[in-house]
């Protein structure tokens, strides 16, 4: 990790559902801690959900991770996420802001923060819904706000606003970090640590171009200028 990368207060976690991946994002220093949804797993071609997240969590057994609940019913929500909790300590039970129907979650939020269930409440793109979820949270009991800041940019908004809002209504709950969440390119992992993010989770092939930080741009360029040279070799263009 270069200089500029030491100096970051937020926190890197790793997002996605390859176990060798996540294994090997878990044992670098500056990954803190990892989350994965169903539709990762669904691409990385998981049929089984109970035993790859029970493979995971032997191999992953300090650093926090989110398995997100899958229903649509309330009571069944509240019945996955206490078993997920149940693996193991170091879980985060990631429960979408509202069900596929657009009713509210906050009842089962509540339900599990009573149970003393470390909650991850996601897919949330506004500060009314932060504010939602706010009200159904415990002082007491650790919990993630992910606001998907990549998918708010996709719109053409900026999501700038709206994780500064998110910071100062999430203040009355200590125990709560806000995730920036769906990031699109590294710069996001500045722009997070810039405004007081507490973390900031992405995809292996963002976390990849960590490496790239600080790089000299004269040099960048030329690399570039060779890459596009052998390209066009190695394809024996003539015209």
């Not at 270069?2 to 176990?19: P, S």
């Not at 009713?103 to 500060?127: C, G, H, P, R």
Request: charge should be negative.
């Amino acid at each position: 990790m270069n200089q500029t990368l030491n100096e970051l207060k937020i926190k890197l976690f790793a997002d996605g559902a390859d176990l060798e991946t996540m294994v090997a994002m878990s044992q670098l220093d500056h990954i803190k801690g990892l989350t994965t949804n169903p539709t990762l797993m669904r691409k990385s071609g998981i049929s089984d959900y109970k035993a790859f997240s029970l493979e995971v969590l032997s191999q992953i057994k300090t650093k926090p991770i989110s398995f997100e609940v899958f229903s649509d019913d309330e009571n069944e929500m509240i019945r996955q996420g206490m078993e997920i909790a149940s693996w193991a300590e170091n879980v985060y039970v990631k429960i979408p802001i509202t069900s596929s129907h657009g009713k509210s979650t906050s009842e089962v939020i509540k339900q599990l923060v009573q149970n003393q269930v470390k909650v991850n409440v996601t897919a949330i793109m506004t500060s009314e819904q932060v504010a939602q979820t706010c009200s159904a949270l415990s002082e007491n009991v650790p919990s993630y706000i992910s606001v998907f800041a990549g998918r708010i940019a996709d719109t053409g908004r900026d999501p700038v606003d709206i994780m500064m809002k998110s910071i100062q209504i999430m203040k009355s709950k200590k125990q709560s970090e806000l995730i920036w969440a769906s990031p699109r390119e590294l710069l996001n992992v500045f722009q997070a640590d810039q405004i007081g993010c507490h973390i900031i989770t992405a995809t292996s092939d963002i976390l990849n171009k960590l490496d790239l930080v600080g790089k000299n741009l004269n040099d960048y360029s030329l690399e570039t200028v060779k890459m596009f040279k052998n390209d066009a070799d190695e394809s024996k263009f003539q015209i």
